[in-house]
């Protein structure tokens, strides 16, 4: 039962204009979104298979069955999207780009129809006045490179920085904002140890070894994009949310932090070029996930921003002292969106300020941030999406926060412009700021879009 907390954008710190007088005019305001998840057009203009194609046909894989076939068909409407987002008045725009779209078989030379659908994309960014973060990695592996070992392979190095030398060198000479992956820990752990994301497997040792590679893969396509682009800014996604334990034993507190280090610093410590987390090595170890892995230390990441992707407060609780023995998904009674994710907009202000004194990031960039709720279209038409505008109003608040504490925070995004395709939950769980009608992909602008306009343009 999700807990019912009085709607208080009415608190007048929370007003939009009161906000955004705690940014610089120079701070980003955009929007993040990811290629199988709206894009739909899955067979168009040479693309090949990705193995979200082949994970969401699995019988039982998706909620109802769906897939990303449609998805909001942005493919053929991105113009009417990129018009949408200008009239709510973005100034950035996170995509990711599809590497079966430019790669159809993960190699060798470059679809040419596929690249000149993101040539367009970006055009048309930059004609609204939008500028475009590329993102070369959301989940979407070419198939034919998961037949050949997908990313625990080593190999998957050279293919990935293959694949950003073609992108970057497409679209280098209009973007200079990029990013290498996103949410690795997402796609490692999610993919090849849960079995709940592509490519489906339940294997610790290659989730680990997935991991690993794409901490290599993200140095070299990083060194790869510097070559081709001068004014390249790189960056990672990396999706860290406040992680805390259940209650105030010592057995939850070992969890929580054991998870912190397994997880979260697994990616973090190796990217800031302190290889792997000592913590994490022990636990990993103890629970038999590095069973025939040898892990070396990877490159460091090289990061012009740290991008972070938060949304919830993450309570562990252990069973047992055996490492990974731990559940964790918000507590009873507390507040929650859709996701039955527990809401903590404090947890931002502190994962910002505690990545900072950690890591010392030259910038960070909060990547994604946003909330799913079971809208209602009321008969007029509208969607009044209060609790969403609640949501988002005390996480920007939070970042102000963070912000005046001296963190250097240079943006901000939203998940997402559009509802769309939310993985193993299909088209369950809405987050856009613009609902979309599936059967009709008409889009309306929520109550939520018309907060952010008032946002962004208090702003400026
Ligand atoms: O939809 C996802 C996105 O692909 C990655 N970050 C979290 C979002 C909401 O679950």
């Known amino acids: ?28 305001w955009g929007f993040a979104a990811s290629a199988y998840q709206v ?34 068909d942005h493919y053929h409407r991105f113009l009417e999207d990129v018009a949408l987002m200008a009239r709510i008045g973005v100034t950035a725009y ?7 779209r430019v790669q159809p078989e993960g190699v060798g030379p470059a679809n040419q129809p596929g690249l000149a659908f993101y040539d367009r994309l970006v055009d048309a960014l930059l004609a609204a006045g939008i500028e475009p973060l590329v993102n070369l990695f959301h989940w979407d592996l070419p198939q034919a490179l998961q037949d050949r070992g997908g990313f625990a392979d080593p190999a998957v190095v050279g293919w990935f920085t293959e694949y950003a030398a073609l992108v970057a060198g497409r679209l280098g000479d209009r973007v200079a904002d990029w990013m290498t992956f996103n949410e690795p820990a997402v796609f490692a752990f999610l993919g090849h140890a849960d079995g709940i994301h592509a490519p489906g497997l339940r294997d610790w040792p290659v989730a680990l070894r997935v991991a690993d590679n794409q901490l290599r893969a993200h140095a070299a396509a990083a060194g ?18 406040q992680v805390v334990p259940a209650t105030d034993t010592d057995r939850d507190r070992r969890a929580a ?137 005390r996480h920007v608040a939070a970042a102000a926060e963070a912000l005046a504490a001296g963190v250097p925070l240079t943006g901000y995004h939203v998940w997402s412009v559009l509802d769309n395709f ?39």
């Not at 894009?39 to 990705?50: F, I, L, N, T």
């Not at 682009?229 to 790189?234: E, L, P, S, T």
Request: overall charge negative; charged content about 25%; proline content about 7%.
């Open 224 to 241: 790869a994009i510097r070559s081709l682009v001068n004014d390249a800014r790189i960056g990672i996604a990396i999706d860290v949310n």
């Open 94 to 100: 996170r995509f990711s780009v599809s590497w079966p």
């Open 257 to 393: 932090a054991a998870w912190s280090a397994a997880r979260d610093a697994w990616f973090l410590d190796p990217l800031f070029g302190r290889g792997y987390p000592q913590l994490g090595m022990e636990v990993h170890r103890a629970a038999g996930h590095l069973a025939g892995v040898e892990l070396t230390e990877p490159p460091p990441g090289d990061l012009d921003y740290l991008g972070l992707n938060y949304y919830r407060r993450d309570p562990v609780s252990a069973r047992s002292d055996r490492p990974f023995d731990w559940t964790i998904g918000a507590r009873p009674g507390t507040e929650q969106t859709q996701m039955d994710w527990e809401v903590a907009p404090d947890g931002l202000r502190d994962v910002l300020l505690a990545l900072h004194r950690e890591y010392a990031p030259r910038e960070i960039v909060i990547t994604e941030n946003g909330a799913a709720y079971p809208d209602r279209v009321d008969p007029d038409g509208h969607i009044q999406d209060h609790r969403r505008v609640d949501y988002l109003a």
């Open 1 to 28: 039962m999700a807990y019912d907390r009085a709607v208080t954008t009415a608190e007048p710190r929370l007003e939009p204009g009161a906000l955004a007088a705690r940014f610089p005019e120079s701070f980003v």
């Open 39 to 72: 894009e739909g057009a899955v067979a168009a203009d040479g693309r090949g298979p990705s193995i979200w194609d082949t994970f969401a046909r699995q019988p039982g894989a998706i909620a109802d069955g769906q897939t990303g076939d449609t998805a909001c």
């Open 422 to 460: 939310e993985w193993s939950l299909g088209y369950s769980r809405r987050f856009g700021l613009v609902h979309v009608d599936y059967a009709t992909q008409r889009r309306t602008p929520k109550a939520s879009a018309d907060w952010y306009t008032r946002l962004i343009a208090a702003a400026r």
